[in-house]
């Protein structure tokens, strides 16, 4: 029986504009659906039941063959997101396009292990921290550090929006010292967002002060090891969806 994946989209090839993999080239693979409701999501058509008629049931092959259109058949980093990825079956996702030689990054909030996590090039672990008003299971979280061990390059990465924020990176970071942290400058624009949708226009501004403070604060706590970042796609293209 073949496993079919709740999509939201598909696009690309574009920038990845978050996380260690911040600059390089990549095709997104946007599953649907979500166990989380954080308070500043900017992907809630990807979340929300309310979009299901925007989703699209797609088996391995299929979601493959629309990487391979995008990329050219050319290799290519996919990025698994979501939503929470962690919800779908994306193991034979994973191993059908690794035979057309692409490599595959994944983020997740942590809340839901698989043991396929292994064979991920890529998994990006990014538990929310209390501005979300999500609250973290941390043995779901050690399991997704656990079943990473293999192939994956495991990393935290954590939305910054204030000082509460920032004190939960420090504990999430100590609790998993072996794994690089990288701290992600929160977008505003989701805040403020009514109805689900959201201006496509970002509030640069507040993007550069909060990483202004951010990096700011980091090197006074000389906090060495971590990687403070803005979020490049929405300086760059703001909030327009598929880029």
Same mark, same amino acid.
């Given at each position: ?84 990825? *962690? ?7 994973? +191993? ?10 994944? %983020?997740?909030?942590?809340?839901? *292990?698989? %043991? ?39 990393? &935290? ?13 420090? @504990? ?6 072996? &794994?690089?942290?990288? &701290?992600?400058?929160?977008?505003? *624009?989701? &805040? ?7 201006? %496509?226009?970002?509030? @640069? ?10 990096? %700011? ?9 971590? +990687? ?16």
């Amino acid at each position: 029986m073949i496993d079919h994946v709740r999509i939201s989209e598909i696009f690309g090839p574009t920038i990845q504009g978050e996380g260690p993999l911040i600059g390089r080239p990549t095709v997104f693979v946007r599953t649907a659906g979500c166990d989380y409701r954080c308070s500043w999501c900017d992907t809630l058509y990807a979340v929300l039941p309310d979009y299901r008629d925007e989703w699209t049931m797609l088996t391995p092959s299929d979601i493959i063959a629309r990487v391979d259109e995008l990329a050219g058949s050319t290799p290519v980093l996919v990025t698994l997101s979501g939503g929470n990825p *962690a919800l779908q079956p994306l193991d034979q996702v994973i +191993t059908i396009g690794r035979q057309q030689g692409h490599t595959f990054a994944m %983020e997740t909030q942590g809340s839901i *292990a698989r %043991e396929w996590f292994g064979n991920l090039d890529w998994l990006i672990l990014s538990p929310k921290p209390p501005s979300s008003a999500m609250t973290t299971d941390w043995t779901a979280l050690d399991s997704c550090v656990r079943f990473a061990q293999g192939r994956a390059c495991c990393v &935290l990465k954590i939305v910054i929006f204030d000082e509460a924020d920032y004190r939960y990176a420090r @504990n999430v970071a100590a609790r998993y010292p072996t &794994l690089k942290t990288y &701290l992600q400058v929160g977008n505003p *624009a989701p &805040l403020q967002a009514a109805g689900g949708r959201m201006s %496509e226009a970002a509030d @640069n501004d507040a993007l550069t002060s909060g990483l202004r403070w951010l990096a %700011e604060k980091t090197v006074a706590d000389r906090w060495f090891n971590a +990687t403070v970042l803005p979020q490049l796609h929405v300086l760059a293209w703001g909030n327009k969806r598929g880029v």
